[in-house]
């Protein structure tokens, strides 16, 4: 009766389909397909050099050998051989602080055409795969659903590590409602905001716990609560501490139970302590912090989540506006940020926080070789692939990639690059991925090749 019940289950709900449908995602060696990539130098994700030249054999969605000498392969349908020409063979990129529903998007229609948006993203989802960035940890949106579309297949983009949707107070950083949604009726009706996944308000321990639930419910490989005051948010100003310790520790509690953790934004001192007494093991932007604070991080082993915020950015808010003001705020900090997580030797992810602008996501790339204000390109692409890569694991069996990311290695997961040059001698080179990046390889699947043309 139990089988017969649960075939009748899956053949009817929706919900059930996607749970079968998760292998999709999953490490696994799909089909027989064979790319070998001869004569290729390979930045490793981890060293500081490329290595001599070397073949590269990739079997199913995984490296299967590495080896100065030929590799013999059986030429048939299923195998594509590569003359790599010298070129640099490296792992995808990879963006720890995306968002993957409002990177392009306007603020007015991000709660708007539910339909649109999601195409809108997708589309989005194409572009970013394109520029080469493999995967990204999204911490913030209705993201669950272009995710499914992409591990499925019916869209091209990135592996996607969704948080859902951020869970907020009331006037928190992630609180877009107006005061004409006020006075919120506790256990009432939820806002448009809410009722698309984008922000959820919680206003207690319980209230957290409840939400928290809710996204690891969905599939949220790590929960994302916002601890304190953010820049695009309205009523929301850069120095308040927003949940309690009882509230974050309800948060960190539920996503401890399912074997994952709990990534706060904050950008004071006290946001950022108050995120560590509850629990919190990754930090986001902390680009405020003084340097005692600095120095608690490294000493607790927490993550520090950076972004290298373009001056565009800023300059995107209205002058006069309250945006404006928190971003002038915010924007001086955010080089010190750099300097003391390099003096403290803290564990340092790298992302863009791209929102509201297509124009800003198309520099990506460019964000991410603006690191070399703080660091050599060597030590930029090595954050933004096998450390990045270091801090998706934190979600442990929450993984919905289960494998090894971020390097070129035998066993890894065969998120591939071939550049055009050497970035570790010019890392802006991955600043224009239409013209360096001649091969986009994303779980063994090549999406991009120029080669043959």
Not at 88 to 102: E, K, Q, R, S, V
Request: include cysteine; aromatic fraction near 6%; glycine fraction near 10%.
């Amino acid at each position: 009766m139990v089988s017969m019940y649960f075939r009748r289950l899956v053949s009817a709900t929706p919900v059930c389909a996607l749970i079968l449908s998760t292998s999709a995602g999953q490490a696994q060696q799909t089909d027989g397909a064979v790319t070998l990539f001869n004569n290729v130098r390979v930045f490793d994700g981890k060293g500081t050099s490329l290595s001599e030249p070397t073949n590269v054999l990739v079997r199913g969605n995984l490296i299967e050998r590495i080896s100065p000498t030929p590799i013999p392969v059986d030429r048939s349908a299923t195998t594509t051989i590569v003359d790599g020409g010298g070129r640099t063979l490296m792992p995808g990129l990879i963006d720890n602080h995306w968002h993957a529903m409002l990177a392009r998007t306007t603020p007015a229609d991000s709660f708007g055409d539910v339909g649109f948006n999601n195409l809108d993203a997708g589309a989005e989802a194409t572009d970013t795969l394109m520029r080469g960035f493999t995967t990204v940890r999204d911490v913030g949106g209705p993201v669950f659903g272009l995710k499914r579309a992409i591990d499925e297949g019916i869209v091209r983009g990135p592996r996607i590590y969704p948080s859902g949707a951020m869970i907020t107070i009331t006037s928190g950083h992630g609180d877009f409602r107006q005061l004409t949604d006020l006075p919120r009726t506790i256990g009432g009706m939820l806002t448009r905001m809410e009722q698309i996944g984008g922000a959820m308000v919680a206003d207690s321990p319980d209230e957290v716990r409840v939400r928290a639930r809710e996204q690891l419910m969905q599939g949220a490989s790590q929960v994302k609560l916002t601890a304190g005051g953010g820049v695009s948010s309205p009523f929301s100003p850069i120095d308040v501490t927003t949940f309690t310790e009882a509230e974050l520790r309800a948060a960190v509690e539920a996503a401890d139970n399912w074997g994952t953790y709990v990534a706060a934004h904050a950008f004071t001192s006290a946001a950022i302590r108050g995120a560590i007494a509850a629990g919190v093991k990754c930090i986001e932007h902390g680009f405020l912090m003084d340097e005692a604070t600095a120095k608690l991080i490294a000493d607790k082993g927490v993550w520090l989540s950076l972004q290298p915020l373009p001056e565009a950015l800023r300059q995107g808010f209205p002058v006069g506006s309250v945006q404006r003001a928190k971003a002038d705020e915010v924007w001086p900090g955010i080089a010190r940020s750099y300097e003391l997580a390099k003096k403290y030797r803290i564990k340092t992810a790298w992302g863009t926080d791209v929102l509201f602008s297509r124009a800003l996501a198309q520099q990506q790339g460019a964000i991410l070789a603006s690191l070399v204000r703080w660091y050599t390109p060597a030590e930029a692409l090595v954050m933004a692939t096998s450390t990045n890569a270091e801090l998706l694991a934190l979600s442990g069996k929450r993984n919905p990639y289960p494998g090894k990311l971020g390097v070129v290695e035998q066993g890894a997961l065969a998120d591939l690059l071939l550049v055009d040059g050497n970035p570790l001698d010019n890392i802006n080179l991955i600043a224009d991925p239409a013209n360096n990046f001649k091969i986009i390889m994303k779980d063994g699947k090549i999406y991009k090749n120029t080669l043959t043309r």
